[in-house]
């Protein structure tokens, strides 16, 4: 279901502008290189919207924000919007700080989103601003499970009819929504929490996926999760012959990114559509 | 000895605030992570004290730093004074220019450290502006030997006295103290100064370790000082299996801190106390 | 004929200080460790001529760069220029925007360099503002072939002349030129394209090898890029051994370049002069 999203992008090799945080940013460049895309990490507002205008995609991530970054991310926000370019929004912390929140929806208001990813804290947060986040986790009690799940899935569409915006829930399940479709997706391992930035990386690839498909940012979006997830099985899978800890598993994650394809994410994407 | 240390952490999954240098703050996130805690960085003014206030503990470490990360350490620090959290300083190159020495100097005036961590250079400058750093290692003429282990320990002693802070001297082998205790601790391994950050993972585990011992200050820095030279030896032993070099020993380092638990630590900790 | 330049570099274990981007700062500090250097990372305009003048070799990438960085690079040049220390340029993605471009052809002005290594677009933007940049990389129709091999060669050492600098420009072939002699080396492997950084890597080692041989520049610069090269043949050895992927093979190329010793490059090196 997902045919030709992958080929696309690694026959197109998108160039992927991300304005994204110092802590993941060597692991989303390698992981958009590995999805097959081409990373560009540019963040002074002297030159952030003539590296949007030569790029395919950009990628807007909240962690490590500072009052620069935050100026160079709606300037090139809104020359991406100008060139018609998809543009992913990581709102990481988003409630975490009244700095975060305040940025979070002035980008919401100023500019168009094709997809938003977050974890249902961030995502509830910019919805209604009742969310609560502890730091850059997602609260227990905000957790999709399959009980919730249908109810998580209407509020996704609707959050999406609102901002215009895919929506990408991240979880256990991980739900990704326009205003018609949601896809709920049930790959991913636990052990991707127990490293840092696999959320950053599936924004950046998210970033390669859409940059490379731009007709179709729904179908890409769910590839991105779902193939992202996917690396994640695989990678513990390998994990375990290994003997290994959490430093060999975020290697692995990258492996597993560079190594996927079409096939691959025929046979090994569990999702289901509603 | 350490009994309870690790359980804690692993319990309570302390949220670790840290403003630290770009060069390894990867590795402090995720052996954050690994050690049991979770990580957040954030350095910008209008966030920071937002950010201190949800945490268990801070760290502040010196490298790469600049003048709106300094102003930004100085605003962490007094919250978290203020909230009574734990604060863990790693004056990194502190001699190594006349700013660092600056900030040094006034973030120990202005902030209460539980915990100061550093080589013996650093600690030396600190205390009294007579050691020398070049770059960021410790200075030859200063390494703590087993001949002036005693001298050291009462130097430490003496310092923790007027700071009120433990303080941890780390190289060979490492010093731990209070004003009354002081622990020698002499795991870890050599092939720790051949990759960088190492140092700078050791002030993050020790901000998870006191962040969810805040009652054990001296015992927890010493268990994270005696853990991390621990998980150095153990992903020695396995680089020599699988003939690696200083890019798998990174990993692996990472790899045993995920690893880690208390009845390791009661085996493999080599320590004493005067 | 590299001899000695490794054993300089193992022996001197010169301090690198590098300005750098906050994409690869982690994987430049660790293969200038790997390679026998120390390094050491500052960027603010207080601190950088305390360390350029501490510093055995100084390293200006011009990747992320912003308003702060480019001031401090301004700074920490000409002071590097002041204490003779061989600097090394890094103008990464030269072309990508008219802030890059309007540093980087002050840069030039201002600061004698050593060595400057790009890709074929990055050197030519340089010497005449007329190479197209997509990125990052390098673009299809400037790369240097068996058929146009004599021609770069030629213009390389012209823009030497010119610039008093090593020109490096790198690629399936690489070139290392001063005015009198070109060496065109055929060690690498394509694989190091798959990765972010090893561009930087280069650099970075390029400074740790001039640093500590800086009679011997352009011996040093192409013993780094031959030597950069073979880690990368050796690395995809290994990494076909492991059937891995492109996150194992960033480490394993510094696995590789923590062991390289003279009588591998020796032995692996592929090259001639002319």
């Known amino acids: 279901m997902f045919e030709q999203i992958i080929t696309n992008v690694r026959n197109n090799v998108p160039l992927v502008h991300a304005i994204t945080n110092y802590v993941t940013v060597n692991d ?15 963040d002074d507002i002297n030159e952030v919207t003539d590296i949007t205008a030569i790029s395919s995609a950009l990628v807007l991530n909240m962690g490590t924000l500072n009052e620069r970054t935050a100026l160079s991310m709606l300037a090139a926000g809104k020359k991406a919007n100008q060139c018609g370019l998809p543009v992913v929004f990581d709102p990481v912390g988003a409630g975490a700080s009244a700095f975060r929140k305040k940025l979070a929806y002035q980008l919401l208001e100023e500019i168009q989103f094709s997809v938003i990813k977050g974890n249902i804290s961030e995502i509830k947060f910019l919805a209604a601003g009742e969310g609560k986040t502890a730091g850059v ?134 999702y289901e559509c509603f």
Not at 139 to 158: I, M, P, Q, R, Y
Not at 184 to 209: D, E, F, K, P
Request: hydrophobic share 40%.
């Open 28 to 42: 989303c460049a390698n992981i958009i290189l590995a999805s097959g895309g081409s990373p560009i990490m540019a």
């Open 137 to 270: 986790d997602a609260c227990e009690g905000d957790k999709v499970t399959e009980d919730n799940l249908k109810g998580v899935a209407d509020f996704a569409k609707e959050f999406s009819k609102r901002t215009g915006s895919v929506i990408a829930i991240t979880g256990a399940i991980d739900l990704v929504a326009d205003g018609n479709l949601a896809y709920a997706v049930r790959n991913g391992h636990i052990m991707m929490s127990r490293i840092t930035g696999t959320g950053c990386m599936l924004a950046a690839v998210t970033g390669s996926y859409v940059g490379a498909n731009p007709g179709s940012i729904l179908k890409a979006s769910a590839a991105a999760v779902c193939g992202m997830g996917l690396c994640g099985e695989l990678a513990y899978k390998k994990l375990s012959q290994l003997h290994g800890g959490t430093g060999t598993y975020r290697m692995l994650l990258i492996d597993e990114m560079s190594r996927l394809n079409e096939q691959m994410l025929e046979e090994g994407g569990k």
